[in-house]
């Protein structure tokens, strides 16, 4: 039935390079490229002749807590950011509550112009300052996009494939577990990394209202106008959020589901 | 052919809300086991509606469906789904799974155990004519359109459902793909006799695979529901005839097969022997032709009186080539093969290419105009179906 | 003092905050427009480069904005020029991306056709592909200027122009008697004035449609760098940065 060279043709097709290649080749520069200028901080903030202001501010310790902070407030963002987003986004496109979509769609085109530092400060009026309105903030803020993604990924399945699934029988749990999510799952996991992005970002604002992270020290720097703090500040918190998205990105190639291009 | 009553629709309605006239109005239409009914009509004529009611991907508004017997409605819908085999033009292969998982679900939903999940599916793609070693564990994305196409009738036929509802399977590739999956999935409904609703826009598509053809107007409404060949020889309407379009007659010729009609025999020319008995025959009868054959009587060439007198000595170069054709053939084939040749016959060959006999533009004009009634003695159309199977074992190199 | 009586013993300081607002934000865009062009042009017809030339623009994306802007400082001082040139370098990806994707998937039979009547190369590009790339282009335009304008708020902690300036004061009285009001018609003053920006390029598109309707950016989700999908449809809502 199938002639040979059909049978050719798609050996061919079979032998995929090799995926380990292929993700060290995409994702092997930026840690080169951190880890040097990382070093490279390192070593100006060494040969500089530091004060006492400095030196206290630039502390191994209080480093490490500052960006412990900032990991542990990004992290619980992204986690509920996830919880929530990937639930609305999944009850957003039933078929009977579909039709508020388009209502999250325009919420999220509203928060995209919204700037961070105002949502955080009205939060603070309304909450006090502190870490978990940070959090509160944070989540708000960075959930908008994973929504939209969760929406966007299960919509944009072939509906197709969706038929053909209820056609042979799959009850629409099945379908939503089976087809939908593992197809949606590059663009759901997109929008986690926006998220994971977004909320390192917003976290460097946290230390504004009193929560702690990396940001203390541009805050600092600006401050007491000490170059040293701001710019190794200003790196660690680059580094960080550079490093996150790369770590977003290794783990989004990995949990691809094969057959997809 | 059994005549049990498979699928049963009566009086069946689908109305949507805010619409005011029905998709579907009043469709009542009995099924027998092993039939293929193909629906045939202008998009949106509620042909598709009127399929997916069958398995409930649309609920009918009311009227009943009865499958062999059991009202559809008394099953869950997922249920009834598993045992009736759905495939459509778009295929709907899931592209995260495997070859042989795709083909495997329903058999899992169905809770069968791995070991015989796999083997079926194995055994399917065997079927479809996938080699189960090299595509069991491929993608969909690195098969072809019309490798996919059978890997979705494998899906679909993985339950061993008695039903199969296809949504104009063949419509998306390419007219010789759709002409050779046409014919192999003839030739397997040979051997599975499912029921089979099929929807087509295509006519001719129509004409090849269905038992019997329901052509349908707006709402679904049944202008004529009849074997193709009572179709095409008595159109009921005048849409239905303008449905069926331009060249009924010729379409016709589809449907029949070489040795459904009467064969003419000619002289033969052994050419390792004397061929002075040949001559003296041909000198009887004015203008007319023998054959020459080989030692095993394969048809060689077409020499008529004046090629013996002209070159007696030389006959394995002159006269014509022949063009020859299979019983098995269609009319249309012979047909074509007439036309190529020089006296407008077509050589009838055995299978292993020895001559059987002739067809000639006379004898296939008789059957264009003498239609015969279906059941008719002397027909030639013993049954529908291996009126049309034949086509099936047709290669695309004959066609 | 309620919102409304707010708003108008401020309306000068408030109404020159916004159109400072609006300026350094369509200026960086602009800019970002000019140079994200520039670089596409010099670069979509090799994969290579169009890969490295995006990965550089996600990557200044990725780095948060207070970060960048303290990075700034240090070799152009507080105010206005620190602001600018983060708000461009964030304006630069969407841009610099759309543009690609709009150039690459022009009809290669309409450039062939182009050159067949003899273009040349500039000539086609200035008549026959940037044309038809615009739409995508703008829409890339409109996704930077939305993110931009939520960016532009923390500018004002370096001493830069805009309606931050009205969310900082908020925070410094946090408690004190309009506080409430100055958080509020910062942050909401930036979100009129993004939609109200949005809205006007949106016309502008409008305007500028080459004898077609808007090639509105087919909803293709883009993978590969840090941003939603949505950068690339037509509706622009790339998560700001904050």
């Known amino acids: 039935m199938s002639s040979a060279a059909e049978t050719q043709a798609a050996a061919t097709v079979l032998t995929p390079p090799s995926r380990w290649r292929g993700l060290l080749r995409r994702h092997a520069p930026m840690p080169a490229i951190l880890a040097a200028v990382l070093l490279a901080t390192y070593l100006w903030v060494s040969a500089t002749d530091l004060d006492d202001i400095e030196r206290r501010a630039l502390e191994a310790d209080k480093l490490l807590r500052a960006a412990g902070e900032h990991v542990t407030l990004a992290a619980q963002t992204t986690v509920l950011v996830v919880a929530i987003a990937v639930g609305g986004g999944i009850l957003l496109t039933r078929p009977s509550l579909r039709w508020l979509a388009p209502f999250a769609t325009a919420l999220a085109n509203i928060g995209q112009a919204t700037p961070a530092i105002g949502l955080l400060v009205l939060l603070s009026i309304f909450l006090g300052i502190g870490s978990s309105t940070a959090l509160i903030g944070l989540v708000a803020y960075s959930v908008l996009p994973v929504l939209q993604n969760t929406i966007v990924g299960i919509n944009q399945v072939d509906r197709h494939l969706i038929e053909a699934g209820r056609g042979i029988g799959m009850s629409p749990i099945a379908v939503l577990l089976r087809i939908e999510l593992p197809l949606a799952v590059p663009v759901i996991l997109a929008g986690v990394r926006t998220a994971l992005v977004l909320a390192v970002g917003v976290a460097t604002l946290a230390t504004l209202i009193n929560a702690g992270g990396l940001g203390s020290l541009i805050v600092t720097g600006i401050k007491l106008q000490r170059e040293t703090i701001l710019v190794t500040g200003a790196v660690l918190t680059a580094a960080l ?14 949990l691809r589901p094969r057959g997809l291009d | 052919m059994s005549h049990d009553v498979m699928i049963d629709l009566q009086q069946v309605n689908k109305f949507y809300r805010g619409q005011k006239a029905p998709v579907v109005e009043n469709m009542s239409m009995t099924i027998q086991q092993g039939e293929i009914i193909v629906l045939v009509g202008p998009s949106g004529c509620g042909k598709t509606t009127t399929m997916k009611m069958i398995n409930r991907l649309i609920e009918p508004s009311s009227g009943r469906i009865l499958i062999d017997g059991t009202d559809v409605t008394a099953l869950d819908g997922n249920d009834l789904r598993r045992q009736i085999g759905y495939v459509i033009q778009q295929v709907g292969l899931f592209p995260h799974m495997s070859v042989a998982t795709n083909v495997g679900l329903v058999p899992k939903m169905l809770g069968w155990d791995a070991k015989r999940i796999e083997a079926r599916a194995d055994e399917l793609l065997h079927l479809v004519g996938l080699e189960p070693a090299i595509y069991r564990n491929r993608l969909p994305r690195q098969l072809s359109g019309g490798q996919q196409q059978r890997v979705g009738v494998a899906r679909a036929l993985a339950a061993d459902p008695p039903v199969m509802l296809m949504d104009e399977p063949f419509g998306a590739t390419d007219p010789m793909t759709r002409d050779r999956l046409q014919n192999e999935f ?213 066609r | ?188 003053g930036v979100i009129v004035l ?27 989700p883009t993978l590969r760098p840090t941003l939603t999908p949505a950068t690339a449809a037509p509706s622009p809502s790339l998560g700001g940065r904050e």
């Open chain 1, 241 to 254: 959020a550079l490093t996150l998205d790369w770590l977003g990105g290794v783990i989004s190639d990995l």
């Open chain 2, 186 to 398: 003839l030739r397997l409904q040979e051997q599975l006799r499912k029921t089979i609703v099929f929807v087509t826009h295509d006519f001719d598509e129509a004409i090849k695979m269905g038992t019997r053809i329901a052509v349908l107007g707006e709402r679904s409404k049944i202008r004529q529901f009849d074997t193709p060949e009572n179709l095409l020889a008595q159109p009921a309407d005048s849409t239905v005839a303008q449905f069926i379009g331009r060249g009924a007659r010729l379409k016709q010729l589809d449907l029949r097969r070489v040795d459904a009609i009467t064969w003419q025999d000619v002289p033969l020319i052994q050419l390792d022997k004397p061929v002075n008995g040949a001559k003296r025959q041909l000198d009887q009868t004015e203008g007319s032709s023998a054959l020459t054959v080989d030692a095993d009587n394969r048809p060689l060439r077409w020499v008529n009186a004046d090629d013996l007198a002209a070159r007696p000595d030389a006959l394995d170069e002159a006269g014509q080539t022949v063009t020859t054709v299979e019983p098995q053939a269609t009319l249309r084939d012979a047909l074509d093969a007439m036309l190529a040749s020089r006296d407008g016959a077509a050589v009838v060959v055995d299978e292993h290419g020895r001559y059987a006999g002739t067809v000639t533009l006379d004898g296939l004009m008789q059957v264009i105009h003498h239609t015969p009634e279906r059941g008719e003695p002397g027909s030639g159309v013993p049954d529908q179906r291996s009126a049309v199977a034949p086509a099936a074992e047709l290669t695309p190199e004959q």
């Open chain 3, 1 to 188: 003092m309620t919102f409304l009586e707010f708003l108008q013993s401020r309306r000068e300081l408030l109404l020159a905050q916004t159109l400072e607002h609006a300026t350094i934000v369509l200026m960086s865009v602009a800019l970002a427009t000019v140079i994200g062009v520039l670089i596409a042009l010099w670069t979509y017809r090799h994969p290579r480069a169009r890969a490295v030339a995006t990965g550089m623009a996600a990557a200044m994306l990725t780095i948060p904005s207070f970060a960048l802007l303290g990075l700034l400082i240090t070799p152009l001082g507080l105010g206005y020029t620190p602001t600018l040139v983060a708000l461009t370098m964030y304006a630069l990806l969407p841009i610099l991306r759309n543009t690609i994707v709009g150039l690459t998937e022009i009809d290669p039979a309409l450039t062939e056709a182009a050159r067949g009547i003899g273009m040349g190369r500039v000539r086609s590009l200035a008549t026959v592909e940037l044309p038809l790339a615009w739409p995508v282009i703008l829409t890339g335009i409109r996704v930077s200027t939305q993110m931009t304008m939520g960016i532009a708020a923390i500018g004002a902690y370096v001493q830069g122009p805009g309606l931050g300036h009205q969310i900082f004061d908020g925070l410094a009285n946090l408690g004190g008697v309009n506080s409430l009001n100055q958080a509020l018609v910062g942050t909401v």
């Open chain 3, 194 to 220: 993004a939609l109200t920006v949005d809205v006007a390029l949106a016309l502008l598109g409008k305007l500028t449609q080459a004898g077609q309707r808007p090639k509105l950016f087919r909803t293709r």
